[in-house]
Structures are given as C-alpha cells and as structure tokens.
C-alpha cells in the first residue's frame, strides 16, 4: 500500500453503501477538523479502510507553501516552520501552490522517530546550525493521518498522535535542543476490537467514535457485492459512473466548509449538549464541545445555518459511544433510548 492514497484507483466513496453514520463522521471532520477525528471499531470486510483512503476523492485543495516540507500555510495559519519563518523575516516572498489534500497512512512498523522526525545533534554541534530530518507529522500537516489496525500501536505512539493533533504543533527536543513545526491534521484510527482494545484514556480522545457492523439488510448486501464485482472488474470505468456522485458529495462538503463559519448553536442546543453529557455522566467539557461543533457541521452538511435538535441527535451516538463508561459485563454502555428520552425532555 502506498503512503498516500491514489484517489482515482480506489473504490469511489460515493458508491460505499451503507455504513451511513462512518460516512458522516468523516465528512463532518472534513468540514471542522477541530471536531478532534474519527475512531472507526469495526470486524474485518466492513469497508473501514476503503471509506477512509476514497476520502481522497472529496477532500478540498488547499493552498501550500512550495518546497517546505512542513506543507506550512502561505497565510501562516497554523504557524510557520524555521525555514518559512525565516523567509519571512528576510523579506522574502513565499510561493503558494495549490494542491489535494492528501490521506497520509502510518505504517504501523513507524518508530516514534520516523513519526516525529529526528534532530541530527552531530550536525548542531559541528556547525552550530540545526538539521532536522522530517517524519509523518511533517507530511500529516495540512492533511488527513489515517492509522489503520490503531489499537496495535504502541500506547506512546497514539498519544503522541493525540497530542500533536490536539496542539497543531509538533515539538521535538534531544539534548536540550528543539524543533518545532506545525502539525495540524485530521487524525482517523480505525480498528478490529477483536484484535484487541484500545484504552479508553485514548480512545476518549477521538472527538468522534463510530461501530461498523456488517450490513444486516439483503438489499444493501446485495449492492455491496454487486458493487466491488463491478469495480474489480472495471475500476475506471466504475469510478467514472460514480463521477456526479462524487462531485455533489464535494460540493456539499466544500458548500458546508464556506457557510461554517455563520452556523449558529442557540443557548437552548448548547444547554441541551450539557444536560446529555450530565446525563451520560461524561467527565470534562469535551463532550459537549464536541457535541455543539459537531451539530453544527451537520448542519452546514445538510447546507443550513441553524444546528437543532436533529443534528444533534445524530452526532451525539458519535460522540458519547467510546466516552461512556461501561458497567461490568456490558458490550456498550450506549443506549440510543435514554438519548432519545433525553432528547425529548428538552
Ligand atoms: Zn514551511
């Protein structure tokens, strides 16, 4: 599998049926990355890893500084690495060049050198000038980090992924010498829970969480096998009939990401988030941030500027399910009645 997903040789996101709600968290973290990204829990054959890597074919361009390794903004959104912000300060003028947004993959062999990046002190020290080689967070910046089979990583790792995804900045110090350079990212981790859990002091820290399960309607199970037939016998030409489809899930999302920033969440949504997470007895304030951000994507999706009581009946399931402590002997401590008990009382 190559680093960065080819967007036109993988199997159309448009054409994905079913598994309606991982569909939606991803759009939604497109359209607000500060959502904090998506966790995908899901058994084996369940287009976990096809959702994700055909996001290439939706995700908007954005605009870069040529040649920088950091992909820094050319505005200086997000900070600037040392090279940039040197430039800068020399008068110089940065050339911005526009290109997709890419899905980076971490090979799960990454060490956390190759995933940081690495100082090469000999060269600080022989010539006073700091050399640092980049690694995945370098090329994450600006783009969306997709870590398959995540809950195999080593915990360090994932919270190495959590902290940088959450501070936008990746800072790496050795011998009392530091870089740093910025890192803001999607971060998406899908997983098996068969093959092992990931603690819940790191999952909770997925702004959303989704279960995908095999599709349990004939009609919908029939469209998935009819589907990959087609697309393994023709992918070009399957892709090129999913080519309108594709278009308007680009537009919506690129329509949704423009009206944004004029969505509003009343009191009334905003105090409904924080009696559901009383509630569901959600510790901090994450919860209900994230409830609010999220609703309000959702209603920039759907291409409205008021976020109500559905949109937030739809996220909530996304944002409570992996925050929720389980009692013993209990598979999810998500019950979609309370939410809707809790909904209703509002
Ligand atoms: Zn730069």
Known sequence: MPPVADRHMIFPFAAI??????????????????????????????????????????L????????????????GRGGRCPDCAEAVTAGKELISERGPVRVVELPL???????????????????????FEPGVLARANGNLLYVDEVNLLDDHLVDLLLDTAAMGVNYVEREGISFRHPSRF?????????????????????????????????????????????????????????????????????????????????????????????????????ADITMVRAAMAAAALNGRTNADKEDMAAVAPMVLSHRIKKRPFEESGFDAEELEACLRDL
């Open 17 to 58: 049926a079913g598994q309606e709600q991982m569909k939606t968290a991803l759009l939604l973290n497109v359209i607000d990355p500060n959502i904090g990204g998506v966790l995908i829990k899901g058994e084996k054959g369940t287009a976990k890893s096809t959702a994700v890597r055909s996001l290439a074919q939706i």
């Open 60 to 75: 908007p361009d954005a605009e870069r500084v040529r040649g920088c390794p950091y992909n820094c903004d050319p505005g």
């Open 109 to 131: 062999s990454a060490t956390e050198d190759r995933i940081a990046g690495t100082l090469d002190i000999e060269h600080v020290l022989r010539s006073g000038k700091k050399r």
């Open 186 to 286: 999607i971060l998406v981790g899908s997983m098996n829970p068969e093959e092992g859990d990931i603690r819940p002091q790191l999952s909770d820290r997925f702004g959303l969480c989704v279960e995908v399960r095999g599709e349990k309607d004939v009609t919908t199970r029939a469209e998935i096998v009819a589907g990959r037939l087609a697309f393994d016998a023709d992918p070009e030409g399957f892709s090129k009939t999913y080519a309108d489809e594709t278009k308007k899930i680009r537009d919506r999302v690129l329509n949704a990401r423009k009206i944004l920033s004029g969505v509003k969440a009343d009191k009334e949504l905003i105090s409904a988030a924080s009696r559901i997470s009383l509630y569901f007895k959600m510790d901090g304030h994450r």
